[in-house]
């Protein structure tokens, strides 16, 4: 088996290491200190087609093989992981999953933006309760015919107060356990959806990490 690095993945890795050194590392320390969201780093890393790397063209993305992915990722992750944080998230967390198990109608209402990173996204998993264990989770999405009810609490939501598009993760139905739990795309500015506390954190200060609530938000079945 061939180890070794095609010409496109070392290619992707030089873009990266570029973009990190002369994109990142002004300014770093001061956006740590101060918790300043990396947002025109992420807005470039769209241009660059960094926010939907492995996501097919015809989606907006770059159509690139997971390593190049983890080669961008790493270069990044050197220099400035509340950058590198976000684009993880986008790239893996939300763009995957939508392209992966999203209808077409998600993926063009939602996945072209995310993928060309016009629109972040984030990911809604952890809970008080419910960390490595995510079958703990009680948030829930009760069915009421042609929309879920969604209510709950979801804790360390990366770019939490600055994405648009939300994959909530919920009790669709708690004594099925684990195969109770299902996927719901929210979006930014919902009614009852709440933007909670900002996480004061030690490290990787420079990404927003949110506490989110979810108060009786109504999410259609189908989308308008
Ligand atoms: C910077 C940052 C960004 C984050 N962004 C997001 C996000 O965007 N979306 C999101 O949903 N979550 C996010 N999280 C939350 C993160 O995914 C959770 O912190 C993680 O799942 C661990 O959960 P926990 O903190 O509750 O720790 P716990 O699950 O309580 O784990 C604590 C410790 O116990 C160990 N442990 C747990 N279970 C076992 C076991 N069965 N056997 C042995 N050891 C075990 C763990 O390895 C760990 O060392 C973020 C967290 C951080 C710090």
Known sequence: MDFRLTEEQLAVRDAAKDFAQNMCKPGVIERDTNQQVPIEQLKQLGELGFMGMMVDPKYGGSGMDTISYVLAMEEISKIDASVSVAMSVNNSLVCWGLEQFGTEEQKQKYLI???????????CLSEPEAGSDATS???????????????????????????????????????????????????????????????????????????????????????G
Request: no cysteine; aromatic share 8%; proline share 1%.
């Open 137 to 223: 989770q009680r948030t829930t999405a009760i069915d009421k015919g042609d929309h879920y009810l969604l209510n709950g609490t979801k804790n360390w939501i990366t770019s939490g107060s600055t994405a648009s598009t939300y994959i909530v993760i919920a009790q669709t139905d708690v004594d099925k356990g684990h195969k109770g739990i299902n996927a719901f795309i929210i979006e930014r500015g919902m009614e009852g959806f709440i933007v909670g506390a900002k996480e004061d954190k030690l490290g990787i200060r420079g990404s927003d990490t949110h506490t989110l609530l979810f108060n009786d938000v109504k999410v259609p079945k189908r989308i």
């Open 113 to 123: 933006d995310l993928a060309t990173g016009n629109k972040i996204g984030a990911f």
